[in-house]
């Protein structure tokens, strides 16, 4: 089953903060998070797995909570070039890896 | 350059013909995926390949198959029983298929059917 993500779209200005959600019906193993611009391809951003660890690319960082089953995404100080869809990848115990539906995101001057 | 391929990036084809989509790939990965993507959706699995000559179904693996003869290519064919083929189709492959890797994917190919 396709894990929620919230939300669906966000506009922001140069410099604002933005945090994306994905969440599970399932006990998850792993989260991976992916950017993907209009018309090229998904571009690997980050995994995190069970543990409730932290990860963290350039001013883009995450945190999974396996308990919950919930990950965010956290974009800090957003600039025009963090435009795009994310999209969370979620991998339930014993299921193929699953994409989200995608959070559209515009970063504006 | 290490990378995966996937051509055409345009195709456009008659309804109830097949048609064929290339994935090549020269980062010596075991795993290979195909996904579609349509217009605001996220990613459906189609098919992927753990290991050369093995296969699995993906979450919407009717009207597709696809063939895994070598390791570093997995084309997928679009068969006249694929009742919407139009859309956006990505390749992707990743050292295996544990959890801890990441997926490269093609730059896709957009199929339309008229």
């Known amino acids: 089953q396709q894990p929620v993500q919230s939300p669906q779209a966000v506009i922001l200005r140069e410099g604002e903060d933005a945090v994306i959600n994905c969440s599970s019906s399932?006990?998850?193993?792993?989260v991976h998070w992916y950017r993907q611009k209009h018309g090229e391809a998904p571009v690997f951003l980050m995994i995190?797995?069970?543990?409730?660890e932290q990860k963290g690319h350039e001013k883009i960082s995450a945190s999974f909570n396996e308990k919950k089953q919930q990950s965010s995404l956290y974009l800090t100080a957003s600039q025009l070039s963090y435009s795009g869809t994310y999209f969370c990848?979620?991998?339930?115990?014993?299921?193929?890896?699953?994409f989200g539906p995608g959070t559209r995101l515009s970063v504006l001057p | 350059d290490g990378g995966i391929t996937q051509s055409p990036k345009y195709l456009f084809r008659k309804e109830g013909q097949n048609v064929t989509l290339s994935c090549e790939q020269n980062l010596n990965h075991d795993a290979m995926y195909w996904y579609r993507q349509d217009p605001g959706q996220g990613l459906r699995l189609i098919y992927y390949s753990q290991i050369v000559n093995d296969f699995q179904k993906g979450d919407i693996a009717e009207g597709y198959s696809v063939s895994r003869e070598k390791k570093e290519s997995f084309p997928l064919t679009v068969t006249s029983a694929q009742k919407n083929p139009t859309a956006f189709y990505l390749c992707a492959s990743s050292i295996d298929d544990g959890p801890n890797t990441e997926a490269f994917f093609g730059q896709g190919t957009r199929l339309t059917v008229v």
């Open positions: 995190l797995l069970k543990g409730g």
């Open positions: 990848g979620s991998e339930p115990y014993g299921q193929n890896f699953v």
């Open positions: 399932k006990a998850l193993y792993s």
